[in-house]
């Protein structure tokens, strides 16, 4: 079995403007290295289905889709909120994002992939319940989730939210659900600005001061999660790996780079491995310095990938 890779060029017409950060170019500058690096060899290209009004409707209200549809422009762009614009092609984007994860899931959980990267766009994890948010129309990895619990009947599901900013629509929408464990670092004080303090046990926000560095990152990472995780013995972890926590990127001011990518992948596929036969479904969020976001993408799926070859290393713990 290979690592899963999702994405398609419809995930390439949603494009809110040259002077916007969450561009089509960012998963041009993915592709682009992965075939330069010999990763796009290694893994299995999948292609990614919309997901459908039931999927969208276990982490959204239909009222809320409904909403979204009606917003919809025909042509040219409109703005859902100051930060996230609308075209023509938006939706089927965000539907085939939010699909991505869910068919990731499903392969990885029917055994027919180890571990699944999707190369996805726009990005969930500021999307709420019923509010879109940061570049952000549905939350494709509660969809995932909710797809994993409801459909595939599991009881414990993790997400590991590295992305710079507080994964604030995925703790809205797991706010009373047990299933879940949530595991998100995020620079703080910063964007979204969502409240990180009095939420329900196994919800883990790990803040970090502006221009924390590598080391900084992995102390608190490991002192706060990594017994948390092993103790909720999850049966699937998903992972919002965004990379602009990256010391390059020009939205964050964090000085992590790709080592760093590297070290949280390898210590998520380690209690992957321990939980849940590696079972690992990560999708793209955020990362704006095109560069960076290549080296972090690489070492990331680089990673992912040695799921696939479980004698190549063993345990670290
Ligand atoms: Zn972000």
């Not at 979204?192 to 196994?202: A, K, N, V």
Request: proline share 5%; charged share 20%.
């Amino acid at each position: 079995m290979a690592t899963a890779y999702f994405s398609d060029s419809a995930f390439l017409r949603h494009d809110m403007g040259d002077d916007h950060p969450e561009s089509p170019g960012r998963l041009r500058a993915i592709e682009a290295r992965l075939k330069s690096c010999g990763l796009a060899g290694e893994v299995d290209w999948c292609q990614s289905p919309e997901a459908t009004r039931e999927q969208l409707q276990r982490a959204h209200p239909g009222s809320y889709l409904d909403q979204l549809e009606l917003m919809a422009p025909r042509q040219g762009r409109i703005m859902a909120d100051p930060d996230t614009l609308m075209t023509p092609f938006t939706l089927q984007a965000a539907r085939m994002a939010a699909g991505a994860g869910i068919e990731a899931v499903n392969q990885v959980l029917c055994n027919q992939a180890t571990s699944a990267f999707c190369a996805v766009r726009p990005p969930g994890h500021h999307a709420e319940h019923n509010k879109t948010m940061g570049f952000c129309f549905y939350n494709n990895i509660a969809v995932a989730a909710l797809h994993a619990l409801t459909f595939h009947n599991l009881q414990r599901v993790a997400i590991v939210d590295f992305d710079v900013h507080q994964g604030n629509g995925t703790v809205d929408i797991f706010r009373n659900d047990p299933r879940v464990m949530i595991c998100s670092s995020f620079q703080h004080p910063f964007y979204p600005h969502s409240p990180i303090h009095g939420l329900r046990e196994g919800i883990i926000n790990t803040p970090l001061e502006a221009y924390s560095r590598g080391r900084d990152f992995r102390r608190q990472v490991e002192n706060a999660w990594l017994h948390r995780l092993q103790d909720f013995k999850p049966q699937l972890i998903l992972i919002s790996a965004g990379f602009d926590a990256d010391k390059r990127d020009p939205m964050a001011q964090l000085e992590l780079d790709a080592r760093d990518f590297r070290w949280i992948t390898e210590m998520i596929t380690d209690v992957a491995r321990m939980h849940c036969r590696g079972r690992v479904v990560s999708m793209l969020e955020g990362g704006y310095h095109l560069g960076a976001l290549a080296d972090g993408v690489e070492a990331h799926l680089g990673e992912l990938v040695q799921i696939s070859q479980p004698a190549a290393r063993g345990f670290t713990f």
